[in-house]
């Protein structure tokens, strides 16, 4: 009866982790975060990042979502500058699955086996804030986890990605 009552928990954490993003920091201990209150983004460091175009826009429109909400501004000369940096891979799983069953003959045994082959696309977002003053990266947000070709899910995910990353932002 306790396996029955676990198994609901489990099939939570495996549908809650298939969708989650895994995300790191890393800063500079000597910047002064309070310091930074309006931003820019690096058009070069945009132009760099190698994904569509219209996936360029949902996540700037993401970052300035979430920038807004921790009350910074948008500005002409900013405090600090946001570049952002992509990759993309195929996440391979393979799983082989082994069967025990009644054969040909009366004794138990081996049945046959099969692999099973998936791909997923998976993806990493990175945000860097760069001084604006000194061109120092101060702070660099990182978060990876699995994307979608659904155009209509997309927005979603993408604000997942920046929202989870941005949390971390400022250090504490």
Known sequence: MKTLKFIPVLLLFVITSCSSVRVNADYDKKATFTNYKTYAYLKSGIDKAEISDLDKKRILYSIEEVMTTKGFTKSENPDILISIFTKERERVDVYNNMGF?????????????????????????????????????????????????NTEKKDARIMEFVSKILEQYPPK
Do not use: C, H, R
Not at 117 to 143: H, M, R, S
């Open 101 to 149: 069953g009644w054969g040909w003959n009366p004794w138990w045994g081996m049945g046959m086996g099969y692999s099973n082959v998936t791909t997923t696309p998976e993806g990493t977002l990175f945000i860097d804030l760069i001084d604006a003053k000194t061109k120092e990266l101060v702070w660099q947000g990182e978060g990876s986890g699995y994307l979608t070709k």
